[in-house]
């Protein structure tokens, strides 16, 4: 059974930091190209960034490049999101994602860890 | 960026409609198209990938077509635990960008 298990979120004040985690088993790890997604209170989703399946590709959202840095441990199974200089509209349920084979599709989702920026 | 348009935002609909929920992209993305459901408080789930792919599990009464532009998710016989939020999804290229939502209700 494929999971994907968040932690890491919590409250931070603006311009803090936080690194959320995602453990991931039941499927071959560093085969698969990984995301983080993430959505706003009441709002839709936003795709956040991408890692592939070697880091050699990573993108990032507009709205999170420069603060946000993905990354990702093949050997413990492990994607990371480092953000900093986080600010109120960082405030959302951050899910970790993978990405299937034929045609992308975001096949698996984590349960989402909640961050919520404010003072 | 490709730009992800859904519609209805809302839609009401009763136990054993059809409803059909439309997205359009911004600019051809074949048949890079993924829709997903999600129920509050819940993680997305995925129903329909290349636009017309059922995930496995997903119920046959969900069906997905379209290519190019234009792209639609039909669901036959509505069930109680279909009323939900449903959003369609470009994988065409990065960003992988989200279309605005379309929320299902029990009329």
């Known amino acids: 059974e494929v999971l994907l298990v968040e932690s890491g979120g919590g409250l931070v004040k603006p311009g803090g930091s936080l690194r959320l985690s995602c453990a991931a088993s039941g499927f071959t790890f560093n085969s698969f190209k990984m995301n983080w997604v993430r959505q706003a209170p009441g709002k839709g989703l936003e795709w956040v960034s991408s890692i592939s399946s070697s880091s050699s590709y990573i993108y990032y959202a507009d709205s999170v490049k420069g603060r946000f840095t993905i990354s990702r441990d093949n050997a413990k199974s492990s994607l990371y999101l480092q953000m900093n200089s986080l600010r109120a509209d960082d405030t959302a349920v951050y899910y970790c994602?993978?990405?299937?084979?034929?045609?992308?599709?975001?096949?698996?989702w984590g349960q989402g860890t909640l961050v919520t920026v404010s003072s | 960026d490709i730009q992800m348009t859904q519609s209805p935002s809302s839609l009401s609909a009763s136990v054993g409609d059809r409803v059909t929920i439309t997205c359009r992209a911004s600019q051809n993305i074949n048949n890079y198209l993924n829709w997903y459901q999600q129920k509050p408080e819940k993680a997305p789930k995925l129903l329909i990938y290349?636009?017309?792919t059922l995930q496995s599990g997903v119920p046959s009464r969900f069906s997905g077509s379209g290519s190019g532009t234009d792209f639609t998710l039909t669901i036959n016989s509505l069930q109680p635990e279909d009323f939900a939020t449903y959003y369609c999804?470009?994988?065409?290229?990065?960003?992988?960008?989200f279309g605005q939502g379309t929320k299902l209700e029990m009329k």
């Open positions: 999804q470009h994988s065409y290229d990065n960003p992988y960008t």
């Open positions: 290349i636009a017309s």
């Open positions: 994602v993978r990405e299937g084979y034929s045609g992308y599709p975001f096949d698996y």
